[in-house]
């Protein structure tokens, strides 16, 4: 069966460190990647995604995300977290040409002031 | 203003009791989709809509029921067949080509 492993579920930082999560996926086709936020409060919102070129994307706030196709993997990261960046975040995959999406059981992120 | 719209926020329902939570989007997205959200667990799919007037059980269809008789709207009808209703459940649509979600802002349900 298809699934998504996100291994960390609670992560605390301080502010100004490295952060990144990791995300592997169960499938053996062509796949398009996401990484979702949800801050405390707010609506599940997208922060980068992933369909083809360079596996190295950009998203919103300073994030980043690597897919590596050899280890089925596509880690979030970014170089220097804020307090701001407390939310949590959740991986998603969707075979290509298919609607349906499979997510990952998300990741928890504290960030100290 | 374009969204989606869920309603309402927070719902109480006795057992034994069937409840539709409504989604609404203007988007004009081809695909909706319900999930339900526990702590630990992240989103896991109940049904998705392609298209109008037709719909697809998702990961964790039992004891939940759709329809899609309008493109705007997707509501959900947990009936009492579902053995552990009280959950956060959240809508999204979707584009077919860039197969982007976009998420409602979620109905808390608690079943007494």
């Known amino acids: 069966a298809q699934s998504v492993s996100q291994h960390n579920h609670h992560v605390i930082l301080s502010e100004a460190a490295s952060l990144e999560l990791g995300c592997n996926y169960s499938?053996?086709?062509?796949?398009?990647l996401f990484w979702y936020v949800q801050y405390p409060g707010q609506h599940l919102q997208l922060l980068l995604k992933?369909?083809?070129?360079?596996?190295l994307v950009k998203g919103i706030k300073g994030f980043e995300a690597e897919f590596i196709k050899s280890k089925f993997s596509f880690n979030l990261r970014k170089p220097s977290v804020q307090w701001s960046d407390t939310a949590e975040y959740f991986c998603?995959?969707?075979?290509?040409?298919?609607?349906?999406?499979?997510f990952g059981t998300g990741t928890r992120l504290k960030v100290l002031a | 203003d374009g969204g989606i719209t869920q309603s309402p926020k927070y719902l109480f329902r006795k057992e034994g009791q069937n409840v539709t939570l409504s989604c609404e989007q203007n988007?004009?997205?081809?695909?909706m989709y319900w999930y339900r959200q526990d702590p630990g667990q992240g989103l896991r799919l109940i049904y998705y809509?392609?298209?109008?007037?037709?719909?697809q059980k998702g990961d964790i269809a039992e004891g939940y029921s759709v329809s899609r008789e309008k493109k705007e709207s997707f509501p959900l009808t947990v009936t009492s067949a579902q053995k552990n209703p009280t959950a956060f459940y959240l809508c999204?649509?979707?584009?077919?080509?860039?197969?982007?979600?976009?998420f409602g802002p979620g109905t808390r349900l608690t079943v007494l």
């Open positions: 999204a649509s979707g584009t077919k080509l860039y197969n982007e979600q976009f």
């Open positions: 499938y053996g086709g062509t796949v398009n």
């Open positions: 992933y369909f083809s070129g360079d596996p």
């Open positions: 998603a995959v969707t075979p290509s040409g298919t609607y349906k999406y499979i």
């Open positions: 988007l004009n997205h081809d695909a």
């Open positions: 809509s392609q298209i109008v007037n037709d719909f």
